[in-house]
C-alpha cells in the first residue's frame, strides 16, 4: 500500500466530502425556506398578490433571516461537536462507552490485546496509542480515531476478544493502524461533526413536534401551539433530508477505505489468513459486527465492520463476501457453512467446569478458520477453486518489533507502564555513560523533579546498559501512553529537562538527539491534537538545503569514512534533485539544531514530494548494503518528523 497515494487519496475524500456537504446545506436551507412559506401562509398570500400584481416587501428579509438561522445552526452544532472531541482519540473512545485497557491488566485477552497493539506500534514506527475496549458488544469491531498518531486511540470490542485467534486479532489491529497512518482519522473526526450539524434540526423537530403533541395543541384552536407542532412536524422531515445526506456521505467517504485498508493489513502482516479470518467469523455469527450503543451511526464509518443493517446506498463497507475474495480468491461461499457447522460442534463440546453443561456461561472462543486445501472435497467439489498460495512468513518489521519488546527486562516494561515511572523511565534513557557528565545531569533532575526521581532515574540509567540501542526508541514508544497522562506542567518541565540533560555533553550524540526529538514531537502533539500538522503545500526545490542536509545526517551516520558518506550523500540527492548541483560538506558538530529546521520543513511538503525524499534516504542508507542500528534509528525518527510510516524492509 503507496502511504503517498493514500494520502492523495484521502484529500480527494476530503473533497467529495466537502461537495456533498455543501450539498445537503443547500438542500436543508431551501426546505427551511420553504416550510417558513407554508408555516406563515405565504402560500395563500402568493393567490392574492399574483392576482392584484402586489409585491411582498418583507418576504426577502424573513427568508434572509431563516436562511442565516439554519446556517449557523449547522455550523454551531457541527463546532460544538467536533470542540467535545478535541481531546482525539480517547474522547471518540469514551463517547461509545469504550473502557481503558490497564496497562498491568492481568486478564489473558486483553494481554494479549495490548501485545498485539504495541507489536504493530513498533513495527510502523508510531507511538503506542491510547487501547479501549467495548465490554457489553458481542459483535466482532474495532474503530481507530483521532487527529495524529501522537493522540490516536484503538478500541476493539468484546466480540474480538471472545473470538478471534490472535492471527485474527493482529490482522484486525493492522487494518486499523492503517487509518492511523494514512490519516485517516482527522477526516473521521470531521465528518462526525459535519453529521452532528446537518442532523440537528431532526432532533430540534422532535422536541418541537413533541412539545405541541404534549400540551394537546391543535392547530384551529390554538394557532401557536398547533404552529409549533406543524412546524417541528416539517422540521422533523426536512431532517430526513439531513440523515440521507448524511448516512450518504459516511458511505461515499467509507466505503473505498475500508477495502483499501483491508490489504493495506495484508501488506503489513505478509498473511492474509488473519484478517480473512475475522471477517469469516463475523459471517458466520448471529451478532457479526453490528453494534449494540445507542450512538452506533456516528461512527459507523470508521468501524473495521457494519454497525448495522444498511442498505446498499447507505452501507460503509463493502459486502462481506466481496472484502473476503478480495484477500482470498479461492474463497467459496460453501465454505462458511461447513465452518458454522464446526464452530458451533466446538461450542457445544466445551466443558465448564463452573456452570456445568451451562455453555452459555464459557467464553466463545471461535476454532482458527481451515485453509482452503484442508476443506473436504465435497464441499468445493460443485465449484472450481483457485489454489491457495502457500503461506508467507511474518512481516520482518512484526519480527523485528516481537523480538524488541520480549528483549526489554521486566522491570524496564513494568517502568514504561506508568506515569511517574515512565517520566523517570524518559530522564533515565537520555542519561550519559560518562560519571563526570551523569554528574551534572544528575543535578538538573534534582533540581527539577527532586531527589527522589534523581536517585530512581540513575538506578534505572544502570539497567539502560544492559539493552541493545535498538531498544530505546521502542521503550519509549511503549511508555508514550502513560506520559501522556502526566499534567501538562509536568509534561513541560520534562522536555526542558531532557533538553538540559541531553545538552550537558557539548557534542550531542545521535541517540541521545533521536530520543528528545521524538519524545518533543510526541507529547506536544499529543497536548494539543487538533493542532496536529496536515498535509503541506511545499515543493521539493523550494527545500533544496534542508534535504542535502538531511541526507548529509544520514550518510554520515551510516558510512565508515568520509568518502563513502559522500558517495551515499550524491546518490540520495541525484535521485531526490536530479539535475540540479549541490556540493558535499562534512557535517558540522553543531549540526542539532540546523537539522531540527531541516526536518520541520520538510514536514511542510506535499505528500508527493515527501515520498522522494524517503526514497532517496533509502538509497543513501543501502548504499554499502547494510543497515545499521543508527540508521534505522535516524530513519525512524525522520519518519516520524515527516508524519509518514516507516518504508517496508528498511529495518534490520
Not at 453490528?290 to 461512527?299: C, G, K
Request: overall charge negative; glycine content about 8%.
Amino acid at each position: 500500500m503507496d502511504f503517498f497515494a493514500e494520502q492523495a487519496r484521502v484529500r480527494s475524500s476530503t473533497r467529495m466530502l466537502v461537495l456533498l456537504f455543501v450539498a445537503a446545506v443547500l438542500a436543508i436551507v431551501a426546505a427551511v425556506d420553504m416550510v417558513v412559506l407554508l408555516v406563515f401562509g405565504y402560500p395563500r398570500h402568493f393567490v392574492r398578490l399574483f392576482a392584484t400584481g402586489q409585491t411582498l416587501h418583507h418576504l426577502p428579509s424573513l427568508l434572509s433571516i431563516s436562511t442565516i438561522a439554519v446556517l449557523g445552526l449547522i455550523a454551531g452544532c457541527a463546532w460544538y461537536r467536533i470542540n467535545s472531541l478535541s481531546a482525539g482519540g480517547k474522547a471518540v473512545a469514551e463517547d461509545v462507552g469504550g473502557e481503558p485497557v490497564p496497562p498491568d491488566t492481568q486478564d489473558p485477552r486483553l494481554r494479549q490485546l495490548r501485545n498485539v497493539i504495541e507489536e504493530v506500534a513498533i513495527a510502523s514506527g508510531t507511538p503506542v496509542p491510547d487501547i479501549y475496549f467495548l465490554p457489553n458488544e458481542p459483535g466482532i469491531n474495532a474503530f481507530a480515531a483521532g487527529y495524529s498518531a501522537s493522540d490516536a486511540a484503538i478500541c476493539v470490542t468484546q466480540g474480538c476478544l471472545d473470538h478471534l485467534t490472535r492471527d485474527e486479532l493482529q490482522g484486525v489491529i493492522a487494518h486499523e493502524f492503517s487509518h492511523v497512518l494514512n490519516g485517516d482519522m482527522r477526516l473521521n473526526i470531521r465528518l462526525m461533526g459535519l453529521l452532528f450539524g446537518i442532523m440537528a434540526l431532526s432532533v430540534i423537530g422532535r422536541q418541537l413536534a413533541w412539545s405541541g403533541t404534549s400540551y394537546g395543541g391543535r392547530y384551529d384552536d390554538d394557532r401557536g401551539r398547533g404552529g409549533g407542532y406543524l412546524f417541528g412536524f416539517l422540521l422533523l422531515i426536512i431532517g430526513s433530508i439531513g440523515h440521507f445526506f448524511g448516512r450518504l456521505i459516511q458511505a461515499a467517504v467509507a466505503r473505498s477505505r475500508e477495502a483499501l485498508a483491508d490489504a493495506s493489513a495484508v501488506q503489513f502482516t505478509r498473511q492474509t489468513r488473519g484478517i480473512a479470518g475475522a471477517l469469516k467469523k463475523i459471517a458466520v455469527l448471529e451478532e457479526g459486527s453490528q453494534l449494540q450503543v445507542a450512538n452506533r451511526h456516528e461512527v459507523a464509518h470508521m468501524m473495521f465492520g457494519d454497525v448495522d443493517n444498511f442498505n446498499a446506498w447507505f452501507a460503509t463497507h463493502p459486502p462481506l463476501l466481496t472484502r473476503i475474495r478480495t484477500l482470498e480468491p479461492w474463497f467459496r461461499e460453501r465454505e462458511l457453512a461447513q465452518f458454522e457447522a464446526q464452530m458451533h460442534a466446538s461450542l457445544q463440546a466445551e466443558p465448564s467446569a463452573a456452570t456445568g453443561n451451562d455453555t452459555s456461561a464459557v467464553t466463545r472462543v471461535l476454532p482458527p478458520l481451515e485453509w482452503p486445501g484442508q476443506v473436504g472435497a465435497a464441499v468445493l467439489a460443485a465449484q472450481p477453486t483457485v489454489a491457495p498460495p502457500p503461506v508467507e512468513p511474518k512481516d520482518k518489521a512484526l519480527q523485528h518489533a516481537a523480538a524488541l519488546q520480549q528483549g526489554i527486562p521486566g522491570h524496564l516494561d513494568e517502568a514504561a507502564r506508568q506515569p511517574e515511572s515512565a517520566l523517570t523511565l524518559a530522564l533515565a534513557l537520555a542519561m550519559s555513560e560518562h560519571d563526570d557528565l551523569q554528574a551534572k545531569q544528575k543535578r538538573l533532575i534534582a533540581n527539577a523533579f527532586g531527589d527522589d526521581v534523581q536517585w530512581a532515574a540513575s538506578k534505572l540509567a544502570v539497567d539502560k546498559a544492559t539493552i541493545p540501542a535498538t531498544s530505546r526508541l521502542p521503550l519509549i514508544a511503549l511508555a508514550f501512553p502513560a506520559l501522556k497522562q502526566l499534567p501538562q506542567g509536568r509534561l513541560q518541565t520534562l522536555l526542558e529537562t531532557l533538553d538540559a540533560v541531553v545538552s550537558v555533553d557539548p557534542l550531542v550524540g545521535l541517540e541521545d538527539y533521536c530520543l528528545v526529538r521524538l519524545l518533543r514531537m510526541y507529547l506536544l502533539e499529543a497536548l494539543k491534537p487538533r493542532q496536529a500538522p496536515i498535509d503541506g503545500q511545499k515543493k521539493l526545490p523550494a527545500c533544496r538545503d534542508s534535504v542535502a542536509l538531511v541526507c548529509a545526517v544520514v550518510a554520515t551516520y551510516g558510512a565508515n569514512d568520509d568518502g563513502a558518506a559522500r558517495r551515499a550523500w550524491l546518490l540520495a540527492m541525484n535521485q531526490a534533485l536530479p539535475g540540479m548541483t549541490a556540493n558535499w560538506r562534512t557535517l558540522p558538530l553543531d549540526w542539532q539544531t540546523p537539522f531540527d529546521r531541516a526536518l520541520d520543513e520538510l514536514d511542510g511538503l506535499m505528500p508527493a514530494a515527501k515520498d522522494i525524499v524517503i526514497q532517496s534516504l533509502l538509497a543513501a542508507i543501502r548504499a554499502d548494503g547494510v543497515v545499521t542500528p543508527t540508521e534505522t534509528e535516524l530513519l525512524r525518527v525522520i519518519c516520524a518528523s515527516l508524519h509518514c510510516p516507516v518504508p517496508a524492509g528498511s529495518t534490520m
